[in-house]
């Protein structure tokens, strides 16, 4: 059985699946249906790596965050702003009409390392400000807004690169069309997080250390 070019090959594969329990049925007890090779093995397996190599990243990055913010609570909130900026890229997907497959799943976990990076500058702005002596309130507000017009730039410079390999022709147009897509929503959710979720949830959950500003 051979799918058709725009067909979905997990889809197909379950519902012949779900055709030859029916056959069974139907068939004499010594006729036998036997699959010979089935593509979705491979599919699945390449899909679960690419999951698991973006969970494993999506770890390290935390670890490395504490390493470096050397505070649990900054830590956290940089970690949040990954998985929800993935259902971030799952929202632009769907609406985008592309699938889960090797190649948007190999751009998100290219992505995930990128999705820190605006949460990064964020809110370690934001987290100066308050060691500055400002209130929680006033340091998320004033932080975020005077990096917002650097991270911004930075990921439209990111994006650029990326986004022309759409307009790709042929074979190679095909194959990195999703991959340049799946990093844009990355890029585009990450910003968004950076922006908004960030400072809410620095405000609220309150990391680092409070310290009084000092006088000259």
């Known amino acids: 059985i051979q799918k058709q070019a725009q067909a979905n090959t997990m889809q197909v ?6 055709a030859f329990k029916r056959l069974e049925k139907m068939l004499p ?24 190599a973006a969970l494993q990243g999506g770890f390290l990055a ?32 769907h ?6 497959n090797m190649m948007s799943l190999g751009g998100l976990a290219l992505g995930v390392g990128m ?9 370690e702005n934001i ?22 017009n650097a991270i911004v730039a930075s990921t439209l410079t990111t994006i650029a690169v990326f986004l022309p390999m759409i307009f790709v022709v042929g074979v190679a147009g095909q194959l990195f069309k999703e ?12 910003l968004w997080v ?6 809410l949830l620095s405000y609220k959950m309150g990391g680092g250390k409070k310290e009084p500003a000092k006088r000259a």
């Open 13 to 18: 594969i379950n519902r012949i699946r779900a």
């Open 29 to 52: 007890k010594d006729v036998q249906l036997d699959v010979v090779y089935d593509q979705s093995v491979f599919i699945r397996d390449a899909i679960n790596g690419v999951r698991n």
């Open 62 to 93: 935390f670890l490395v965050l504490l390493v470096f913010l050397r505070n649990i609570r900054s830590s956290a909130i940089v970690a949040l702003s990954i998985p929800i900026s993935i259902m971030v890229v799952f929202t632009f997907m």
């Open 95 to 100: 609406f985008g009409g592309l699938s889960i």
């Open 115 to 123: 999705l820190v990076d605006n949460a990064i500058v964020v809110i």
């Open 127 to 148: 987290f100066r400000h308050v060691e500055m002596g400002k209130p929680p309130k006033e340091a998320a507000t004033v932080g975020a807004g005077e990096v917002s």
């Open 179 to 190: 991959l340049a897509f799946t990093v844009t929503f990355s890029l585009v959710g990450s």
């Open 194 to 199: 950076a922006l908004t979720l960030i400072p």
